[in-house]
């Protein structure tokens, strides 16, 4: 038999730590042999003992390679010009790439067969292989990056008393059957490399920047810092109708939130731009990138039709009780608006989504009918309709003399950023009392 090195064809002397590569390259690309005991030139040496040469090789690469190859490859002694020889038969793999258990999904540790040698994948021809493994949807492809934390996540599991071992990392499809974490790992991680842009601006267009912020790390750590950025602009509008004084948010609450997860949950993350929001005195914007799943209308949307294009996102969502069914957001979202002459507006183009939510309270901006009485807004206390949580929370500092931020994560098994938020209308509304800072701050009952 002629020995000669080729696209499908390696030659070794003996048993080396570059072997690894090689067989990497073959199992990513059209599968090949390797042939050990036989030089560079195609002169055969041949082994002493080629059992012990095939063992060698599998124990090498057994937990040297990832995912497992070790079912693509097959092993023979062979004899050529009276010597033994082994040859390797390596098959293309199918949970491509294969890669360096020590380097990771990356080109450092990821090979290919270009010509008659191995070399360093790119991080195009790695995306590609992953793709073409595990398919179109995003979120179920293998991270690129394995090194990921979950500390945000599970604080956010353990304030929603929901359990985040690895087995329910498993069940909710953040790691696959070879325990390598997927995408959706990634969007949940500390190391999330998806971000939220928004922006504060005067008037009603984009030509003066009051604030601006880019929101990064897990997606609920993006959540919660997001939803406290925008609830911190919603300002309180008091008007009064006889002798009833109505107190009005510039936008109802279950539409920022509603409008927020539609962001997060609908998003098309294979691109890498950021999602965008956008507040103007008379509106805000939330522009998502990727348009509407084929086959699908706006006024299939409108009516409560929804096809997810992040499943199993969603349903870590719907697991932590953030949402409660698929396509019910925008028709809470129009409800909220049930009433009021300015409604919600949807628009999308094929790579974008947009929600545009008026601001209730901009009419008065615009002077167009009187907002207040004579006396200033800010002399006159605010009193503001309490929810379940409010009453929870004053019930507790009657009982108890006093309440804390922290008595009230635990009392409403919220989080911290709701916690605040609770305490601060209640604050607002003159029913509480803060008293120290810091650590040290308290809460008690105005009397």
Same mark, same amino acid.
């Given at each position: 038999?002629?020995? @000669?090195?080729?696209?499908?064809?390696?030659?070794?002397? +003996?048993?080396?730590?570059?072997?690894?590569? /090689?067989?990497?390259?073959?199992?990513?690309?059209?599968?090949?042999?390797?042939?050990?005991?036989?030089?560079?030139?195609?002169?055969?040496?041949?082994?002493?003992?080629?059992?012990?040469?095939?063992? !060698?090789?599998?124990?090498?690469?057994?937990?040297?390679?990832?995912?497992?190859?070790?079912?693509?490859?097959?092993?023979?002694?062979?004899?050529?010009?009276?010597?033994?020889?082994?040859?390797?038969?390596?098959?293309?793999?199918?949970?491509?790439?294969?890669?360096?258990?020590?380097?990771?999904? @990356?080109?450092?540790?990821?090979?290919?067969?270009?010509?008659?040698?191995?070399?360093?994948?790119?991080?195009?021809?790695?995306?590609?292989?992953?793709?073409?493994?595990?398919?179109?949807?995003?979120?179920?492809?293998?991270?690129?990056? !394995?090194?990921?934390?979950?500390?945000?996540?599970?604080?956010?599991?353990?304030?929603?008393?929901?359990?985040?071992?690895?087995?329910?990392?498993? +069940?909710?499809?953040?790691?696959?059957?070879?325990?390598?974490?997927?995408?959706?790992?990634?969007?949940?991680?500390? !190391?999330?490399?998806?971000?939220?842009?928004?922006?504060?601006?005067?008037?009603?267009? !984009?030509?003066?920047?009051?604030?601006?912020?880019?929101?990064?790390?897990?997606?609920?750590?993006?959540?919660?810092?997001?939803?406290?950025?925008?609830?911190?602009?919603?300002?309180?509008?008091?008007?009064?109708?006889? =002798?009833?004084?109505?107190?009005?948010?510039?936008?109802?609450?279950?539409?920022?939130?509603?409008? =927020?997860?539609?962001?997060?949950?609908?998003?098309?993350?294979?691109?890498?731009?950021?999602?965008?929001?956008?507040?103007?005195?008379?509106?805000?914007?939330?522009?998502?990138?990727?348009?509407?799943?084929?086959?699908?209308?706006?006024?299939?949307?409108?009516?409560?039709?929804?096809?997810?294009?992040?499943?199993?996102? $969603?349903?870590?969502?719907?697991?932590?009780?953030?949402? /409660?069914?698929?396509?019910?957001?925008?028709?809470?979202?129009?409800? $909220?608006?049930?009433?009021?002459?300015?409604?919600?507006?949807?628009? +999308?183009?094929?790579?974008?989504?947009?929600?545009?939510?008026?601001?209730?309270?901009?009419?008065?901006?615009?002077? +167009?009918?009187?907002?207040?009485?004579?006396?200033? %807004?800010?002399?006159?206390?605010?009193?503001?309709?309490?929810?379940?949580?409010?009453?929870?929370? %004053?019930?507790?500092?009657?009982?108890?003399?006093?309440?804390?931020?922290?008595?009230?994560?635990?009392?409403?098994?919220?989080?911290?950023?709701? $916690?605040?938020?609770?305490?601060?209308?209640?604050?607002?509304?003159?029913?509480?009392?803060?008293?120290?800072?810091?650590?040290?701050?308290?809460?008690?009952?105005?009397?």
């Amino acid at each position: 038999m002629l020995f @000669r090195e080729s696209e499908t064809m390696e030659l070794k002397e +003996t048993v080396t730590d570059e072997i690894k590569k /090689e067989i990497i390259a073959f199992a990513n690309c059209d599968g090949g042999k390797l042939y050990i005991g036989v030089q560079d030139d195609g002169t055969v040496i041949g082994v002493d003992d080629p059992d012990s040469v095939s063992l !060698q090789i599998s124990n090498m690469i057994r937990d040297a390679i990832k995912p497992d190859v070790t079912m693509f490859l097959h092993y023979k002694t062979m004899e050529e010009d009276g010597k033994e020889i082994v040859a390797v038969d390596i098959q293309r793999g199918t949970d491509r790439p294969y890669y360096l258990a020590k380097k990771g999904m @990356r080109p450092e540790g990821v090979y290919v067969r270009q010509g008659y040698s191995s070399v360093p994948a790119t991080d195009a021809a790695i995306r590609r292989m992953i793709k073409e493994t595990d398919g179109d949807r995003f979120e179920a492809m293998r991270c690129l990056n !394995q090194e990921l934390t979950f500390e945000v996540a599970g604080k956010e599991f353990e304030l929603r008393n929901v359990e985040f071992g690895p087995q329910q990392m498993r +069940t909710l499809k953040l790691v696959d059957h070879e325990n390598l974490y997927s995408n959706l790992g990634l969007l949940l991680s500390d !190391q999330c490399v998806h971000t939220i842009k928004a922006a504060v601006f005067q008037g009603t267009d !984009q030509m003066v920047f009051r604030d601006r912020r880019e929101f990064g790390g897990s997606l609920l750590r993006q959540m919660n810092e997001v939803y406290d950025f925008i609830d911190f602009r919603n300002q309180t509008r008091a008007t009064i109708e006889k =002798l009833l004084r109505i107190d009005v948010r510039d936008y109802p609450e279950t539409a920022v939130r509603e409008a =927020l997860l539609n962001l997060l949950v609908h998003r098309d993350y294979s691109f890498s731009a950021s999602a965008l929001i956008s507040i103007y005195t008379d509106r805000i914007e939330f522009v998502s990138i990727g348009g509407l799943m084929p086959g699908i209308d706006l006024e299939d949307i409108m009516v409560g039709i929804s096809v997810c294009r992040n499943q199993d996102l $969603a349903n870590v969502f719907y697991r932590l009780r953030l949402i /409660e069914a698929y396509g019910t957001g925008m028709r809470k979202i129009m409800r $909220a608006y049930e009433g009021m002459e300015e409604k919600p507006v949807i628009e +999308t183009t094929k790579n974008a989504f947009k929600i545009i939510l008026p601001n209730r309270n901009a009419k008065y901006e615009k002077g +167009t009918e009187p907002a207040f009485s004579a006396e200033p %807004l800010e002399n006159v206390p605010v009193v503001a309709p309490l929810g379940d949580r409010e009453e929870k929370v %004053l019930e507790y500092a009657r009982t108890h003399g006093a309440v804390t931020r922290n008595d009230v994560i635990g009392l409403l098994e919220v989080s911290a950023s709701t $916690a605040a938020r609770a305490l601060k209308k209640l604050v607002k509304s003159n029913l509480l009392r803060q008293n120290g800072k810091a650590r040290s701050t308290n809460y008690t009952i105005v009397k």
